[in-house]
């Protein structure tokens, strides 16, 4: 067994080079973005990408590299049922109603009249979202009718740049009031008003959609249950302070073995359904206790983040005391 990795510095593939350097398994690092980088991965059974979303060559082509090895009978990962939802919340709604998972009730428009038909009868507050993007930077609260229609005119006109500048230093200001950035990254937030992110620049604006849920009122966090296998890591993210929103905001907590099991046995009972290699499941739950799923990602941060956790749940729910990395779970899952 021979495993190709692409390696990106600061991304899973470090943890993964260090697990193969360490258990002495056999592999190369390759460059996917190499026009004949499946010649490259010929003589290999395995490849392995910690694609990412904000990438834009990434968001080109690596699902279809990934799938297209996968069905020439390699091993890869993310595979397809892992990642062909990635950064989509829009496919992603039709998944989770498919399989009847409890998503937060989402609608969709793919037209101007259907979009303005349907905010007639709704009721706000509703929330608005991109269909792609993470940290919650391209999720909005809606609380009037007036609201939806200048985003609605918006995605039928010129559409939404992938790049936020405005939102970008309001949140990196945000961050540095609460104490939890540096002023050099208000500086930067400054910059990034001038001059654009790479992904901004080669993206074309989002549009053509409106996608909106309902909000859910809820006790002011999510819970994200990251799934590798058999065995789940659990953690609290509290949202901003005048917010509602959770992920991104930096502030973690790690209820570990105090957090709900029903989260657990939820995202153990969603992950098979999906057949999934890695999924991080967000949830939140209303003033009545129900859970709604927010989204998933096969992907999630790697440093200062699940590491915090004080151990993980297998799949009887049962806890287990001790440090672990989730990334050489991926390995081991994937040459079982
Ligand atoms: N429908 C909703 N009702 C209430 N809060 C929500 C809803 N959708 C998202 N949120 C909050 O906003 C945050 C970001 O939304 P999410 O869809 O997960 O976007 P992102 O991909 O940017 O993380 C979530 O962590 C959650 O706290
Ligand atoms: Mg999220």
Redesign the pocket.
């Known amino acids: 067994m021979k495993i190709a990795i692409h390696h990106r510095s600061g991304s899973f593939s470090d943890r993964w080079i260090n697990y193969c350097e360490e258990k002495q398994i056999a592999y190369t690092i390759v460059d996917a973005y190499d026009t004949d980088i499946v010649e490259k991965v010929k003589d290999c059974d395995a490849f392995m990408w910690h694609h990412h979303h904000a990438d834009y060559r990434d968001t080109l082509f690596a699902k279809q590299l990934l799938y297209s090895l996968q069905m020439a009978g390699k091993k890869v990962f993310p595979d397809f049922n892992t990642g062909w939802h990635f950064d989509d919340?829009v496919g992603q709604k039709y998944m989770f109603e498919a399989i009847g998972a409890p998503l937060?009730p989402s609608f969709v428009f793919y037209t101007k009249r259907e979009s303005l038909e349907w905010i007639e009868h709704t009721s706000f507050p509703k929330?608005f979202?991109l269909r792609g993007?993470?940290?919650?930077?391209?999720?909005k609260l809606v609380r009037t009718k007036l609201e939806a229609i200048k985003l609605i005119n918006r995605a039928f006109g010129r559409g939404f740049p992938q790049f936020d500048k405005w939102n970008n230093l309001k949140e990196r200001w945000t961050k540095f009031k609460g104490g939890k950035d540096t002023f050099l990254a208000v500086c930067k937030g400054i910059g990034r008003l001038f001059i654009n992110t790479e992904f901004g620049k080669m993206r074309s604006p989002e549009k053509g959609y409106v996608y909106f849920?309902?909000?859910?009122p809820?006790n002011g966090f999510?819970i994200r249950v990251v799934v590798v296998g058999d065995k789940a890591v659990a953690l609290q993210?509290n949202?901003r302070e005048n917010d509602?929103?959770?992920?991104?905001s930096g502030d973690l907590v790690f209820p570990n073995e105090n957090i709900d099991k029903d989260f657990i046995s939820l995202a153990y009972k969603l992950n098979k359904k999906l057949g999934a290699q890695s999924t991080a499941f967000?949830f939140?739950k209303d003033l009545d206790n129900n859970i709604y799923l927010?989204?998933i990602s096969y992907g999630f941060p790697m440093l200062n983040f699940l590491d915090k956790a004080s151990g993980y749940w297998d799949e009887n729910l049962s806890w287990n005391e001790g440090k672990f990395i989730p990334q050489n779970w991926m390995v081991d899952n994937l040459i079982r």
Request: net charge neutral; hydrophobic share 45%.
């Open positions: 919340k937060v929330v979202k993007g993470a940290g919650a930077v391209n999720v849920q309902d909000f859910i809820n999510d993210r949202i509602f929103r959770a992920s991104g967000d939140i927010v989204e």
